[in-house]
Every structure is written in structure tokens, then in C-alpha cells.
């Protein structure tokens, strides 16, 4: 069965680490769904969050072959019991006559409009996977003129690292 | 001190005293510095041949080999030896030469992006941009290489690099947080792989290739009389256990020996140490071996569960999780399952049809091992490399040295000249096919130059005999390129053109007057054994077929 899964890789922060991860996907046969990269609480450590797709036995090479690389130093799934968030910026078409109508969306989802122009917003939003994606559905209707998505990021709860 | 004669000297350090290559711009000053050095440096006639010469030295020596070779095409020519040698695990340093790093990515003359070529054919590789890091570079390149799964490593070192100055300081240690092989298995783990060999009644030992990485054989024949249980290996693993032994099944798989197979197939358990379940050694993943529970042990996590299922897997080095189980197994007579496998035996030997008139390849094999058994043999790819594992009887671990994983024709006679240079008073012959002689032919004359003395015997049939096998067997005989017209073609007078002694056979009878010719003299021979063109190689598997679906050729 396939279904997606979230691993967080901490890397060691040298160049051209991303390129080994990111080849390793492509040369295994793994599809990479999304992926973040970012600093963490060491300067000398990067944290990738990575959402793949594929059955347990795939996970599984995913995670070994990802721990034979000389500069990953851990992995873990993070598929269950985690927070997950994600920002998306939605540039959405907003005349006059609907603006109120799309603020007052925007306040439900607790969203904020980072941008305000002749017949258009820009709107951030950050959230799980499910909130933004419904987010994007409803603005649909008013014409999105543009989006960009970060990528999930994930920690798992409590004190477990 | 220039960073280059810090190169040489750290080389020196890690006890390095053969380095195979060729010079070029980008790595001329790290030439100049091994000018002045006790390491021989061998002058392979391609680079290819250079990384498959380290990587033959390093498999014939269990040192790691090393290749230097400058930037551009010199870099990229490395390119199959050092998948090669990823493939079979084989431990190798490769240093290449790179443009100055102010010219790297502007598409200088001879610069290659080698680093990004090779990332997923080497266990790691580097690029060195600062010189202060240089030392500490080679220091984990060769931890690298040579611990936990070995594996081929690349440093590519920019010209400006090699020429700066820099504190001589050899780093003692290595530290790398990401990288901490296990060598220990779990004790629990151990406990569980003992009792199942205890309740077994068919057990099996498959040795891989992991038996000679981790010098495991006496380990491996002490737990096999202990059991006892019958050996079989993968073509990586022969050596594992002499293949003279009682308890020796030969190698499995595609071509393997019919009864090695058949008893897999029958086997209730399967110890498999150092292997990693290839398609070549198991055949149809699915049917392999239905009524064994399988104990896989190996130092790489990852081999295990990715081909086949495994009942207890065992994380660690051979050697020593090898150890920890035979302290605890007690001996077991198993009287029925070892005379079913006598019995599989006697019925399904290895045999071919012999002939007074025409030279079989077989029969070359077989007088090659008559007369030299102690020799080092490579081979080639196809059907040499097949009538060598079957024919040859290998004895000693690191005895036999093939490209398994890869399967590069053109690898065993630089392979061979490797483990030559490491044991120079060895006889090391090279099985070879004619078509994959042909791919590096060039080494005849680093052979002649540094009075190498190796022995190619070339099983010729003017063929890419296992392509055109398996045009004969699957595509009703349509030999779509794969026949090699050449009649005018003398592999004898091109030896003797490069100064190499060069012999022809032609009949069957003057095959041993050949070989004692060859061993005895004391240059690179190389003899053109005229053999039956299509002969096939038996027994045969078809790819992606269970191992009971054996072609017999009868």
C-alpha cells in the first residue's frame, strides 16, 4: 500500500549534502513529495524534512540508504504523533467588491494579509497540510493569481528528539 | 610545506607503497612531490586500468588500492573502475586532479565535474577547496574506504590546492558524527540465529563476499564442521571455505552448480554472511529457497530485507558475530539431510562433453587449475568469468578475483596486474575472453614496462560468446552483433609487438604444454586458446527463473 510518509534527516551543514540526498532519491527510485531544508539549533547541523511516497518496505530502504551517508547523521519517522506545519503565500485576485468576503475567510483560518494592492492580496497562511489545502479551495473562487509553498517541516512530540 | 609533498607524505603514512595512474596539467604538482618518494607509482596505459589495477591490488591484499589520475577525461576515464569497485565493496582511494578552484565551474579546459559524476558510484568523495582541510580529508577518505562496508572513495583536489603551503599535521584520528559502522552484532540477535540453527534440520551456509572483506574464513569453516552444514557462496564468496572441502557446494545461482542450488532449494535454513541476495545469485526472489527461515548477517543494514525476507538479521561484522554463534552451537548429526545432498551431488555434477579434436574452454580451466591451483586468477565478463568460477577450485580466500556486482569486461587483466605488483612471485593468470581482452589490451605494454609477469589465457571464439549465448538460447540464434571477424587478428604477434611472449593453441593436447611454457617464463604471456565458438555455459538459470528451473543443455 502507498501512502505518504514524513522522515526528517539531519545533515551535516557542508555543501553539496543536498545534492547527495537528493540523487540518492532519483538513483533508488524514490519520489521525493516535498522537501524543506533548513538550519536548526547547531549551526553546523541542517535539518531536511522530507514527505515521500511508498509502502513500509520503501520507507525502510529510504531511511537505511539515507543513514550509509557519510554526512547524515540521523533519521527518523516522523509519519505519526508529530506537529506539521507548513506556510504558503497566495497572491489572490480581490476587487473591491470581494475583499471583505476574503478578509473575513482569512480571519477563520487565521490567516494575514501581508500585502494589499489595487485588485489584489497577499495572504499568508501557516497550518497543516489539511488547513492550507482547504484554504487554497476556498480561494479558488476568487482567482488565485499566484502561490508559493514552503514544504511541510515536522518535530515529533513530547521530549522524544 | 607544499600541500603535494603533504599528499605524498600522508600517502606514505597510511602505509600506501603502490599508487596506479596516469599524470596530467591539473595534477602534475602531486607527480613532481611522488617524484622524490619511495611509493612506486605504476603508469597505467588508461585510467580505467589504473582504478581497476588498485582495485584488483586491494582485493588480492585487503589494503586499499590507489589510483591517481589528473582532471577532465583523466577523471572521467575512472569512472567505471570506480563503479566496479562500489559494486563488489572493493576498498579504494581515487585522487584526481581539478582545475584552480577560481576556474571551477566556468567550463575550463580539461575540468569535469568528477565529484558530482561519481556521488552515486562512491561510498563518499570530496572536493578539497581549502587547503587547511587537505590532510584531515585524506585521513577519513582512507577510514572510509576501509571500515564498516568498504567501498571506493574520491578526492578531487584543485591545482592552486596541491600547490599551496600548509602545516604538515597527519590527523591521528578520525571523527565523523554521521558515520559509526557497528561491528558487534546483538547478542540477542545471536541468541535467536543459534537457536534457529539448533531446530534446523537442513541448514545451509551461504558465504558473500563479506567472508574475505572481513577476514572472516576460518570462522566460516569452523561454524560449517561445527553445525555441521554444507557451504555454499556466491560468486563473491568463493574462497570463503576451500572449495575442495567436503562440505563445499561450490557457488550458486545463475550458473552455479546444480546441486548447490537444488540444495538451497531444499534447505530448511539459510545462513547468509556477507551477501547481499543479488538477482544473479538468488534468481527469482519470490521462490528463493520457500521452505528456509533465513539468518542474514551483514555490517551493511541496508542489504538487509532488500531483496529477500529475512527471519533474524544480524547487524555486524562477519568475523566477529561469526564468533559469538559458534561458542554457543553444539554439534548435530543431520544424517538424512546430508545423504540427500551427497545424493543431489552424485546426480547433478558439473560436466561438460569432452573433445579430442577441438580445445573446450572447460578443459582450459581445469588444466589451469591442475597445474597452478595456488594461482591468483581474475577474469573477465561473460562466459570466461563462468567456466573460471565453475572450473577453477579456489582454495585460499582473496584467490579469486572477478567483477561480480558490475560485471565490466576489461576488468580482470588490469585487476591482475594489481594483485601481480602486490605479490610478485605469485603466478597471477588472467581468464580470459577475446572480446573482453580487447577492452584493455593497452596494459600489455605497462605489463612489458614494469616486468609484471602476468598470464592472460584467452578462451577466444570470436564471439561475445554469453551475449551471443543468450541470442542462440532466446532470440532463436539471430547473432545480432556479437560475432568478432577477425581472421587475421593474432593475439600472439600483438604480444610479441609489445614485447610481451605471446603463444597460440590450437589442439586440445598441446593445452598443457602451453600453460607450463607460460608459468615458467618469467614475462607477461599471453596464449590464444582457439576453443569451440559456440559453447555454452551450463548449468544456467534464466534470469528471473527460480533455481530448481535449471537448463542443462541436454
Redo the contacts between chains.
Sequence with gaps: MSERRTIAVLVENKPGVLARVSSLFRRRGFNIESLAVGTTEREDISRMTIVVKGDDRTLEQVMKQLNKLIEVIKVSDLSENSVERELALIKVHAPPAKRSEIIEIANIFRARIVDVARDSFIIEITGDEDKINAFVDLMRQFGIKEMARTGKISMARGSKT | MRAADAIVKALEMEGVEHVFGIPGGAILEVYDALYDSEIVHILTRHEQAAVHAADGYARATGKVGVAFATSGPGATNTVTGIATAYMDSSPIVVMTGQVPRAMIGNDAFQEADI??IT??IT??NY?V?DERQLLRTIKEAFY?AQTGRPGPVLIDLPRDVTMADIEFEYPEKVD????KPKTKGHPKQIKKAVDLIMQAERPIILAGGGVRLSNAHEEVLKLAETIPAFVVTTLMGKGAIPETHPLCLGFIGMHGTKYGNYAVMEADLIIAIGCRFSDRTVGKFSEFAPNAKIIHIDI???EI??NVRVDVPIVGDAKSVLREMIKMIKHKQRKEWFDRVEELRRKYPLKYKRDENVIKPQFVVEKVFELAPDAIVTTEVGQNQMWAAQYFKVKHPRQFITSGGLGTMGFGFPAAMGAQVAFPDRIVVDIAGDGSFLMNIQELATCVDYDIPVKVCILNNAYLGMVRQWQQLFYRRRYSATRLRYPELSFEKIAKGFGAHGITVEKPSEVEDALKEAFEIDKPVVIDFHVEVEENVFPFVPPGRSLLEVLDGE
Design positions: 565529484t558530482g556521488m552515486p561510498k563518499h572536493l577547496t572510509i565523523l558524527i554521521g558515520y551493511d543494514p541496508a530485507g532488500k
